[in-house]
């Protein structure tokens, strides 16, 4: 149908940009079709996720459909799964009906941003939560009522010490929005729990350099100091955040913060499909020309995070936010055009309007056209430009609507869970740290992937007895799971450790329908309780379903 | 500290009013502690649910925060382990902090509701989305929205008229709401995708009985039909739900309706933890005194959708709805405050105040102290009186919000897909439905749990060959899944058969670290290929990924 068909990759301001712009220019001309392909049907506006975690603006707020946003364009709700420079074509993952989709194209906009990684990271990955998608913003305040929730009913001081302690990872812009936010919200949603004291709450934001917001001028940065301290936010600078487990936040100097909830703005990393683009890169972000073009790629262009732009004026390299990539948009569009149609192109050249950073309930700090604010006008400021850039008028006014109720009513304390099919989890653990006790409720199988776990019995003795050692490969917690019944002992990292956890559902599914899996467990079990299988000691409340394994597993009565 | 502890299980209307009636008599009695027992820390207000698939109102707006509702009471967000009705304790799974927890009660009030469940019923449990709880209505919406999106861009004529049709089974009072907010939103949302036509769109509502809503005096079920036939719904009566698979709902008569959306009210089966409970059941339900205590038991009192609760007026037993709930909860608290402070206990009788069933876009219908209404009259009631008996002044305001915005507002289309860890999932297929064609690009692994699989290569032949049949204990689909590339054959069900299906990821983390399943994936690979390892044949777009393991399982090379 179409003669010519323009791709563009990826649901962010750069490709949603590129779009509406290749919309404007070309019209109705049914002779250029423009794709889409973005994982998400909708665009975030990224400014106002940090109130998502506070819940002042409501989830789907935040997020503009893109058949709207875009109706000119073919949208392909779809993840790209490969990009063929060579043959000019882009493979797209299946949807739920049917086979992938393979998609040619004429011109290609590469605008998949980066993607956030913890690797390399002792335990990050396992137990620190990410804030950057609006899937984060969500996890992350579901976690945090959590974690209220449990503190009211914790017994144990030191649990509930780690329970009130919330500890934010990265003193730049998005570190500083999601603290002052979370602060905000614990602080306010307190008083609902009657037995939590609010000087028992402790929220701490870590920072590598000397002065947080570090991308704004000192004077605004040291404002910014002052008032989160005064909201009772701790600031730790000239600190690093080293690792994690599930029960402590690991610091550079050795230091260990216990927490349950740790939250960390990591930098960001290359796309892997990025990555994976024989073209050349420069810190992971791919080369274009002044007219953001591939030069080994004619046809393919690249915008946003993912590209690596200099400026054509200043010779700086454009760095990765909204309004470069808005811009970067609009000159890719035209130049495509250019090429399309034919006409001469340009380069790219932005100066940024200016910078802000909310601060929470009612202040914030920014430098827009040079002029510096802070307090109360900054944050009118932030509000009032951002509802004017948030696209659509429908969002414009639920927003408006969002912050109007938010000033009328109290916060918000339900925690949002969709049911998740977890199956299994990965988890890390240092040396001397407990997987399970004794006597708790068994409902995880383990898998050592590396590390040294030790399991150990101490029910009714004087000193504890060692049972065993496990090593990568080896698996434990398998007799409580089959059984539903409680520990029959101990487990406890010997060095650092990592585990792979499947719950009951997941072994129910797999272990029990694979037979060399199940012999495999079938064996272990049969030589871990020895003939002629004890009845686990210590087995507390063990009631009528405790001795009868609760999955078709048969344990071999020897 | 308290000398008594009452410990009330359930969120529900039962739970909840139950907590809220023992706060007004009990006062600030110290000597009385009230403990809550809920999975979730809100109570659903389910009336308003089916508004949550269209997106009228607000996610969480239909939910408020216990700690709200009943602030007297200490809330345990935990999921109930077990009940001890010997040595009156219940067991509290573990939260995310530490081991499980006993509670003791001097009275237990069991409002555990109600389970759904789709055992029995062929591929019900694997590929129908049920309608009860709030996340329940989240995937239905989201589920919707992609077949939108898939439909929009899908080639074959015969995916595209599945991916446009909607099933629901059930045409009681949730099923008719869930079909009438699923018709309005699909046909009001069309129109923002160019390329589905509004004719193309097919809703059907499949009802056991001659007539839905049986609930209803028959003028008004008729009335409803009427409308629903009108705005576009296909009624099937007399038409019972068989089974279902990944592509079609299957009827009892043997009809097959393709469709990649099919929602299934279930009727409601017993709570595992009530019927673990040694007392006597009718149904399912427990059977109290007219005072709502166990006879067995003194102490411990049922209400709501779990107790089968005869009305001491006319004889009848109680149906299972919220208005119900909330007086049987009222009695129940009144008699054990007589049980702890003295005085007359008083048998439950209650009159229904009416019925009320809504059908999307101002329209209703309702049976209210007698008088029938149906129409925009019916809808009125409907609206004015569910928001009366929202609790809290907050969600009040908030779903009054929502509805001013939803007269002015184009229909909402964002898919909120919070990002699951997926790992493994259930699939039923009928005989003759294909699992995955060859060259498909392949993400799952595939184990026969029940029936018989055919792999069969077709590329480039006039006529297929089989390759292999397969029966439960046997995987298949691992090459692909290894290797990152393209399917290198058809895999089709001979009989009907269930299959467990394991995602890219749930592999790495389990097979490839588990030994004996590294092992015997490695032989079955080896086989499979046999010597000397043959590229896959008709590997389309074997780019250079395709060949190089993804992951760390070793192929072995000869």
């Known amino acids: 149908m179409a003669a010519k068909r323009i791709v563009i990759l990826g649901g962010g301001f750069g490709g949603v940009y590129a779009a509406r712009a290749l919309a404007r220019r070309l019209g109705d001309d049914p002779a250029v079709e423009v ?119 914790e017994r144990d001081p030191g649990r509930r010490r780690a329970l009130l302690t919330f500890v934010v990872a990265g003193g730049g812009f998005s570190g500083v929005e999601a603290v002052a936010e979370l602060n905000d919200f614990v602080r306010r949603a307190a008083p609902s729990f009657r037995t939590i004291r609010p000087e028992e ?20 940065a040291r404002f910014a100091q002052r008032l989160l301290r005064r909201r009772g936010v701790e600031l730790r600078l000239q600190t690093r955040l080293h690792g994690a487990t599930a029960e402590a936040a690991l610091l550079d100097d050795g230091e260990r913060i216990p927490t349950r909830t740790l939250v960390s703005t990591v930098p960001a990393s290359p796309n892997p499909l990025v990555a994976a683009l024989p073209c050349r890169k420069e810190r992971g972000r791919i080369v274009v020309s002044p007219h953001l073009e591939l030069p080994e790629f004619p046809g393919v262009w690249a915008v946003g995070d993912c590209a690596w732009i200099v400026d054509a004026r200043t010779g700086q390299p454009c760095p990765p936010t909204a309004q470069h990539a808005i811009r970067e948009a609009r000159c890719a569009a035209d130049n495509i055009v250019a090429a399309l149609r034919g006409g001469p192109m ?84 240092e040396p001397g740290e407990v997987i399970f006790r004794e006597g708790d409720h068994g409902d995880w199988l383990y898998v050592v992937t590396e590390g040294e776990i030790e399991i150990v019995q101490e029910a009714g003795r004087a000193e504890e007895r ?56 079938e064996d272990l079990i049969a030589r871990r309780l020895g003939p002629p299988a004890p009845v686990p000691a210590g087995a507390a409340g063990a009631g009528p379903g405790a001795t009868a394994p609760a999955i078709p597993v048969e344990v071999p009565s020897a």
Chains 1, 2 share one sequence.
């Open 466 to 521: 060692a049972l065993r050692r496990l090593r990568p490969g080896d698996c434990f917690g398998e007799i409580a799971v089959v059984r539903h019944g409680p520990r029959t002992a101990t487990a406890r990292a010997r060095t650092a450790a990592n585990l792979v956890a499947v719950d009951r559902d997941a072994f129910h599914a797999l272990f029990a329908t694979l037979p060399p899996l199940r012999g495999f467990i």
């Open 35 to 153: 794709a889409l392909v973005s994982k998400d049907n909708y665009l975030v506006f990224q400014p106002m996720l940090p109130e998502v975690i506070s819940g002042s603006i409501g989830i789907v707020d935040t997020i503009s459909p893109l058949r709207r946003l875009c109706p000119r364009a073919t949208l392909y709700t779809r993840v790209v799964e490969r990009i063929d420079l060579e043959r000019k074509r882009v493979l797209l993952a299946a949807g739920f009906a049917g086979p992938s989709l393979e998609l040619g194209y004429d011109h290609l906009v590469v605008a998949l941003g980066s993607v956030t990684t913890f690797a390399g990271s002792p335990g990050l990955p396992e137990h620190a939560l990410p804030f950057k998608y609006l899937g984060d913003a969500l996890v992350i305040r579901n976690h945090v009522i959590q974690g209220l929730e449990e503190a009211a009913v």
């Open 346 to 429: 340009r380069a790219f050249s932005f100066r940024a309007l200016g910078k802000m950073g909310s601060l929470g309930h009612r202040s914030a700090v920014a430098e827009v056209l040079g002029v510096r604010l802070s307090g109360f006008l900054a944050w009118w400021a932030w509000r009032t430009i951002y509802l004017m850039k948030l696209p659509g008028l429908d969002r414009k006014l639920r927003v408006a609507v969002d912050w109007t109720l938010d000033l009328l009513l109290p916060p918000d304390l339900v925690q949002l869970r969709v049911d998740r099919g977890v199956g299994f989890r990965r988890e890390h653990y």
């Open 201 to 220: 709450i402790r929220v701490v934001l870590l920072h590598a350099g000397p002065v947080i917001l570090p991308e704004l001028p000192e004077s605004l």
